[in-house]
Structure formats: C-alpha cells, structure tokens
Nanobody
C-alpha cells in the first residue's frame, strides 16, 4: 500500500526558505512519477515540481523556476523540495504525489496517490 507523509511546512517571512520532505512507502521511486503539488485557498491544485527517478526528467512550474529544487533520496525513499526566495504567492498547502508509470505526471486529476499535505505560509 502506498503511503506518503509530508513534513517541513511552516510560517516563514518573504525571502526565506523551507525544505519539505516526503517519506514514501509501498513503492519504488524508479517505477513512479513523483512530485509536489500545491493548492492555495480558492485556487485549483497545481503541479509545482515533478520528477522521474529512472531518467532524471524534471518539471518545474514557471512560477518556481530558479527558486525551488526537487530532489530524491532513493535509499531513504524520501522526496524533498527546497524552496528559496519564498513569496506570499507561494502560500498554499503542499502535497506530495505519486503516480505509477514511467511518464512524467503533472496533471493533478490523474494522480492516484496523495499525502495529506503540509501548510506553507509566507508572510510579507
């Protein structure tokens, strides 16, 4: 059974940094598309950064390029999202996600597995 547990969210001032972690169990990273999505109040859930462990293919939303970095520790089955230069527009619940298969998945409507989310709040 697939489980995803996020941690690392919190309150930070604009310009600050946070690192999110997602401990995964029940599957191997190499067999899945894994990533981070977020949902702000009143907005649709959107892909932030997604990753294919088997070939290194990486996606970043335009709004986070150059500020966020996704990484994975396959030995620990842990996915990370380093978030730098945070702005109030980054405030959202951040979700870890996993979708079986070898194609990069950035559409939230097709993702099968979700964590419960971790709140990130950036104050101005």
């Amino acid at each position: 059974e697939v489980h995803l547990v996020e941690s690392g969210g919190g309150l930070v001032q604009a310009g600050g940094s946070l690192r999110l972690s997602c401990v995964a169990s029940g599957f191997k990273f190499d067999d899945y598309s894994i990533g981070w999505f977020r949902q702000a109040p009143g907005k649709a859930r959107e892909a932030v950064s997604c990753f294919l462990s088997h070939d290194g293919t990486t996606y970043y939303a335009e709004s986070v390029k150059g500020r966020f970095t996704i990484s994975a520790d396959n030995a620990k089955n842990t996915l990370y999202l380093q978030m730098d230069s945070l702005t109030p527009e980054d405030t959202a619940v951040y979700y870890c996600a996993a979708e079986p298969g070898l194609a990069l998945t950035t559409a939230p409507e097709v993702v099968d597995y979700w964590g419960k989310g971790t709140q990130v709040t950036v104050s101005s």
